[in-house]
Nanobody, 115 residues
Framework: QVQLVESGGGLVQAGGSLRLSCVAS????????MAWYRQAPGKQRELVAR???????VYADSMKGRFTISRDNARNTVYLQMNSLKPEDTAVYYC?????????WGQGTQVTVSS
C-alpha cells in the first residue's frame, strides 16, 4: 500500500525557516500532482503549494516568494522549503499525492511560529 509520512515540523521564531519532507512508500513514480496543505485549529484545510509530475508549481498567494515546493522521485520525496515564517503560518501541514483515481494523505506535521 502507499503511505505518506511527513517530517520536519517544529517550533521556530518569526522570520525563521523550516524544510518539510514527505516520503512515500510503495510505488510513487506514477503519481500525478503532489501537494502540501495546511490546517489551523477551527479553520478549513487550505492548499499551500502543488507540484505536477512535470515539475510545474502552483502556490497560494500568501506563500509566493516564501515557500518552495520540490520533488525528488528517486528518493520518493516531496519537500516544502519555508522561509520568512510568520505566526499566521502556524498549522498542521499535510502531504497529498494522487495516482490515477486515487488520492493519498499523510498524517501531518505541526509547524508553530512564535512572535
Amino acid at each position: 500500500q502507499v503511505q505518506l509520512v511527513e517530517s520536519g515540523g517544529g517550533l521556530v521564531q518569526a522570520g525563521g525557516s523550516l524544510r518539510l519532507s514527505c516520503v512515500a512508500s510503495g510505488i510513487i513514480f506514477s503519481f500525478n500532482a503532489m501537494a502540501w496543505y495546511r490546517q489551523a485549529p477551527g479553520k478549513q484545510r487550505e492548499l499551500v503549494a502543488r507540484i505536477s509530475s512535470g515539475g510545474y508549481t502552483v502556490y497560494a498567494d500568501s506563500m509566493k516568494g516564501r515557500f518552495t515546493i520540490s520533488r525528488d522521485n528517486a528518493r520518493n520525496t516531496v519537500y516544502l522549503q519555508m522561509n520568512s515564517l510568520k505566526p499566521e503560518d502556524t498549522a498542521v501541514y499535510y502531504c497529498r499525492a494522487t495516482r490515477g483515481p486515487d488520492e493519498y494523505w499523510g498524517q501531518g506535521t505541526q509547524v508553530t511560529v512564535s512572535s
